[in-house]
C-alpha cells in the first residue's frame, strides 16, 4: 500500500530493522512519544482553533498509549529507552516549514500527514514482515492508526485552507518528503 507517497521505502530498510528489531524498538518508543508532544504543541500553539485542540488532544493520548505499548514490549526485550537523538528525517521535513502565520498552519498540518503517511508505510511493511504473530498483529493495527492519523491532518487542513491550496501543497509535500527519503542513510530507524 503507498499511502500517496512518491518514493515506497527500499527493501533494504526492512531487512535492516528485521536484523536490528530492538534498536528499531526503542527508536519507535521515542517517536511514539515525540507524536504525543507534538500534538501538544499544535494544542499550545492554536488554544484558538477549538476543534484542533479537542482533535489534538484525542492524537496526545492515543501516541501516549502508542507508546506505552511499545514500552511493554521493550520491557519484554529487556531494553530500555535511550537518549532523545535527533531524527534526519523529522529535522529535514521540519526545514522545508514555511514562515509567516497561514503558510506555517498549513504546512504543519501537511507535514505531520506526510510524516504519519510514511508511518503508516512503514509499519505496514513490519506487519507482514514479522515472524512473530502478535507482533505482527501490533503493526498492522498501528499502519491503520498511522492511516487515519495521516487522513485526521488532511482533513483538519481542510477545515481551515481552501482545498486547491491544500491538494496544491500536499502535492508539493509528497514531492519533499521523496526527496528526503531518498537522500537518507538506511538505518534500523522508522525514519
Partial sequence: MNY???LDSPGEWL???L????EFLVDHAANERKASAAALSMVAHYPDKVTLVETMVDLALEELNHYRQVLNLMRQRNLNPGPDEKDPYVNEIIKQVRRGA???FLDRLLSAAVIEARGAERFDLLGAALDDSDLRGFYKTLARSEHKHQELFVVL???YFPNDE???RWQEWLQIEARILGSLTIRPRLH
Fill in 157 to 159: 487542513a481542510r477545515r
Fill in 15 to 17: 531487512e535492516t530493522v
Fill in 19 to 22: 536484523a536490528n528489531f530492538d
Fill in 4 to 6: 500517496s507517497l512518491k
Fill in 166 to 168: 491544500i491538494d496544491d
Fill in 102 to 104: 497561514d503558510h506555517y
